[in-house]
């Protein structure tokens, strides 16, 4: 029986590891929103032709990929953080430091879900994993994307 109570004492602290984790991801998710919005309405000059939609549509990806990771919270029993990532949202009207900073983000949500997805693993729910390993890829060809656009 003691056995069995510190499996059930090592999943729920696995749980809770892998809601903190979320949460650090949501919080990526709400600072891309809030990014490629402000880029979207300041990008300007021959860039803005395309910039300006791909921007909205990183937007558009970004609140998907916040969905998946607040239902994975609540499936987990956790509290789903509010506010973004407090890392400052570079001001500029430059559509390479746009990219730049867009690609530090995107950078910094693969390297959120790699860590995830081992924990979800650990965790055992196949469900949970297939969902947020979607996201991981998604984030992953968003960094080639940009690392390509980045190039001159």
């Known amino acids: 029986m003691a056995h069995h109570q510190s499996d059930v004492e090592e999943t729920a602290m696995s749980e809770k590891e892998l809601v903190e984790s979320l949460n650090r991801a949501l919080a990526w998710e709400l600072r891309a929103i809030a990014l490629y919005s402000h880029y ?35 499936k987990l029993d956790g509290t789903a953080i509010t506010e973004r990532d407090a890392t400052p949202i570079l001001h500029t009207s430059n559509y390479k430091e746009m990219l730049a900073e867009a690609y530090e983000t995107e950078k910094k949500a ?17 469900e949970l994993f297939d969902s947020l390993e979607v996201v991981y890829f998604d984030e992953q060809r968003s960094v080639e994307e940009l690392r390509m656009m980045l190039k001159d």
């Open 40 to 74: 979207s309405a300041y990008v300007s000059g021959i860039h803005r032709l395309y910039l300006a939609d791909h921007f909205n549509n990183e937007v558009n990806e970004s609140v998907t990929h916040a969905a998946t990771v607040r239902s994975a919270i609540v």
């Open 110 to 126: 693969v390297e959120t879900y790699s860590e995830i997805l081992p924990l979800v693993e650990k965790i055992g729910d196949t």
